[in-house]
């Protein structure tokens, strides 16, 4: 990124999830819960945004770290991510999705350099607003259902059995998302935690 005098470098980290409290702790929510955990490390504060979403941000080595949980709910997540993106003048180089992942179990992390939705309408969302799907991710495991359908699954909780193992998912999507905010060699981040 090409940087003029005065600018400040920035990344932005989304997590993608329903805004509200009934959907607080469902699987569709890890996004949430991983910007969350973030913020809290880093003594960032979400506020409301007129871009359809609460906002945190932070410095970290001299770089300005902006965290976003849109409040559009996840079907329609795009129409936040966009006009943040152009708000902050952040390239779509600069910005990590995180998102929950029906083909990982739980306890899992897969971190993507790009790609298609595959199947989920929150990456959709962003793909159709911002036009590309050559943004980063890390999808967090939470297993595919038996007998239950998709649409119900996702709104579902975790069991109690699950919670340690979602809450180490949740530590190490933070740990290579720090990782590849101090290296900016997001391929190198993926070689370190792809195999976790």
Known sequence: MRLF????????????????????GTRHNVGFATVDAFAK???????????EAQVASFNLNGEKIVLVKPSTYMN????????????????????????????????????????SAGGHNGLKS???????QEFKRIKIGIDHPDKVSVVDWVLTK???????????AINTATLATEDWLETDDFMNTMNKYNHK
């Open 41 to 51: 490390q880093y003594n960032a504060n979400f506020g409301s945004s007129k871009y």
């Open 158 to 168: 975790f069991s109690k059995n699950q919670e340690k193992a979602l809450g180490d």
């Open 5 to 24: 005098k005065g600018e400040i470098e920035m990344k932005m980290i989304v997590g993608l999830g329903n805004i509200g409290q009934k959907y607080d």
């Open 126 to 132: 962003i793909i159709a607003h911002t036009g590309t």
């Open 76 to 115: 329609e997540s795009g129409r936040a991510v966009r006009p943040l993106m152009d708000f902050y003048k952040i390239n779509v180089s600069d910005i990590l999705i995180v998102n929950d992942d029906l083909d990982l179990e739980v306890g899992r992390i897969r971190l993507r350099q790009k790609g």
